[in-house]
């Protein structure tokens, strides 16, 4: 069997490491990247040694910014309502709520979720700044946008008890059928979610 050389297998492993990249396409990178114009790989290198180096968490809603900013673009900017925040897992969900337009609030990203089976309590992600953000007085009304899994009901769960706040409405991100879906497709605990929710025909 040929032995790859150290830096390839290296790289190989490396990618490997990353979520959703097995040994064949991790193998198919690494060769790529071989084989690609040097100003590729270089660029690449650049961007990893960046991603670490230049970027930070705001000090406020603890998504990610540029390192040295204090904070992030959505809680320096005064036209957003920071009587709202909405709750979410990591700082994709925040791209994913933003790609829609309809939220005009703030952000707090939690780095996580409650996770007893893995040794994660509720001082391993960012909730006592959370509770803290809330009991400032600015904020009206959280949104909580965990993931509907368990992990993500279970902090849901302790954060409504957490936050339970004079004047503070804490609602949760409705749940069921997505559009386009099918009835007959959807799973039971979808179905169930979906009738609970369900609203007035208007």
Do not use: W
């Not at 998504?63 to 990591?90: F, H, K």
């Not at 994660?120 to 909580?144: F, M, S, T, Y």
């Amino acid at each position: 069997m040929a032995v790859l050389p150290e830096p390839v297998q290296n790289l190989i492993l490396a990618f490997e490491r990353l979520p959703g990249v097995g040994p064949k396409t991790a193998s198919r990178l690494a060769f790529y990247l071989l084989r690609a114009p040097d100003e590729i790989s270089l660029a690449l290198s650049d961007a990893l040694r960046d991603l670490k180096s230049a970027t930070g968490l705001c000090q406020t809603c603890f998504n990610i910014t540029r390192s040295g900013q204090e904070l992030c673009e959505i809680c320096a900017n005064p036209d957003r309502d920071e009587s709202q925040i909405c709750v979410v897992e990591e700082p994709l969900d925040v791209l994913a709520l933003e790609r829609t337009g309809g939220y005009q609030g703030r952000y707090h990203v939690l780095h996580g979720v409650l996770s007893p089976i893995e040794g994660i309590g509720p001082e391993d992600i960012k909730i006592q700044p959370l509770v803290e953000r809330v009991r400032q007085g600015k904020v009206r009304e959280v949104i909580v946008a965990t993931n509907p899994s368990m992990e993500g009901d279970a902090t849901a769960l302790y954060l409504g008890q957490q936050l339970q706040l004079p004047g503070v409405r804490i609602t949760r991100l409705a749940r069921g059928l997505p559009v386009g879906g099918d009835l007959e497709y959807a799973d039971q605990n979808t179905l169930l979610r979906a009738l609970a929710g369900r609203q007035e025909l208007s």
